[in-house]
């Protein structure tokens, strides 16, 4: 059972570069969420997707976009890749965005913009 | 907005002691809901517990357990008998009806043999 796949783990671009993080899910779950850890700060939501065909902005939006391709996956695409968004990325995903809302994470992307 | 307050960056225990993890939050909101996530050196997210503010009761699960002060907006996480494996980086998160989850900065917890 593999939950929330995140790939790749690790990644380093250079200024102005673009790229493509990717996230899947196996659960069935409606809503997936993108989501940006920096040290001190916890997690911060990017975007979030609550079902296919749809997506929402979270608290740091700017620098990314998102696609729900289907109700697996998700991805999370850097246009043109800055210092400041070097990160450590998760992905999640829940049943529904609801009040019982329990998320359940991938093991992260480690990007590193030089 | 809502806010999540940890206001212990770092703590430490000596294995098989008890600790606790404090936990703030500021909301207007009447139901919402309340966790804690582990995140081992593997950096994967782990939900250890959840708390709804409906509910008087504290949640329980095994060695976790909280302290929910509705009133006081306090959601504390107790680990007793604490192990090596609780090592890990603990955040409160809270979430209201229909809304996205909001998480702390984050305790860096160390159990000591």
């Known amino acids: 059972n593999a939950g929330v796949t995140q790939t790749p783990k690790f990644q380093v671009l250079k200024t102005g570069q673009s790229m493509t993080l990717q996230c899947a899910q196996d659960?069935?779950?409606?809503?997936m969420y993108w989501y940006r850890q920096d040290p001190g700060m916890g997690l911060r939501l990017i975007y979030y997707?609550?079902?296919?065909?749809?997506?929402d902005k979270g608290e740091v939006p700017n620098g990314y976009n998102v696609s729900r391709l289907n109700k697996r996956e998700f991805s999370l695409r850097l246009e043109s890749a800055a210092p400041s968004q070097t990160s450590v990325y998760f992905c999640?995903?829940?049943?529904?965005?609801?009040?019982?809302?329990?998320?359940?994470f991938g093991a992260g992307t480690r990007l590193s913009v030089l | 907005a809502q806010t999540v307050t940890q206001s212990q960056p770092e703590m430490s225990v000596q294995e098989a002691e008890t600790v606790t993890l404090s936990c703030t939050y500021d909301?207007?909101?009447?139901?919402?809901?309340l966790f804690w996530y582990k995140q081992p050196p593997s950096r994967q997210m782990i939900l250890v517990i959840r708390?709804?503010?409906?509910?008087?009761q504290n949640a329980t699960e095994n060695r976790f357990s909280v302290n929910f002060q509705k009133a006081a907006k306090s959601f504390s996480l107790k680990i007793s008998d604490s192990q090596l494996g609780d090592t890990a980086m603990y955040f409160c998160?809270?979430?209201?009806?229909?809304?996205?989850?909001?998480f702390g900065p984050g305790t860096s917890l160390s159990v000591i043999p």
């Open positions: 999640a995903s829940s049943e529904r965005v609801l009040a019982k809302n329990i998320q359940y």
């Open positions: 659960m069935n779950h409606n809503s």
């Open positions: 997707s609550a079902s296919e065909g749809t997506t």
């Open positions: 909301t207007s909101e009447s139901n919402y809901y």
């Open positions: 708390q709804e503010a409906y509910k008087q």
């Open positions: 998160a809270f979430i209201r009806s229909y809304d996205k989850v909001i």
